[in-house]
């Protein structure tokens, strides 16, 4: 089943570029990245990196409400890479990955 997203900001969207399960909107002035997550009840992360490399505007869809916002607020403004080293290899459970160790997934596709 393949998923899509949509832009918020109408007449932003230049391209989609697709990289696995990994789509990225090139946008305007932006990059918004969109990570659809596996293992998880989160089903995408959705965020952006700016030129200095720090982490923005975290939306988790689905999942644990108050984790995954907390999640966000806690890395709004961090270095990818620091942030990256804070929250890769955090379970969920007996799950082998977490919302968390997603949005690692995530950011280090992104810098890649």
């Known amino acids: 089943m393949e998923t ?3 832009s918020k900001k109408p007449g932003y969207l230049n391209q989609t570029c697709s990289l696995s399960s990994f789509l990225l909107y090139c946008l305007k002035e932006v990059d918004i990245m ?3 997550t596996s293992g998880v009840c989160s089903s995408a992360i959705s965020f952006e990196i700016d030129e200095q ?5 975290v939306k988790f869809q689905g999942g644990c409400s108050g984790n995954t916002q907390g999640v966000a607020k806690l890395v709004e403004g961090m270095k990818a890479e620091e942030a ?5 290899g955090i379970l969920c459970g007996s799950r082998p990955t ?3 160790d997603q ?3 995530a950011l280090k596709e992104a810098l890649n």
């Open 4 to 6: 899509f997203f949509t």
């Open 103 to 105: 949005l690692s997934k």
């Open 98 to 100: 977490s919302c968390p």
């Open 84 to 88: 990256i080293s804070r929250l890769e």
């Open 34 to 36: 969109v990570y659809k």
């Open 53 to 57: 490399g720090k982490v923005h505007d």
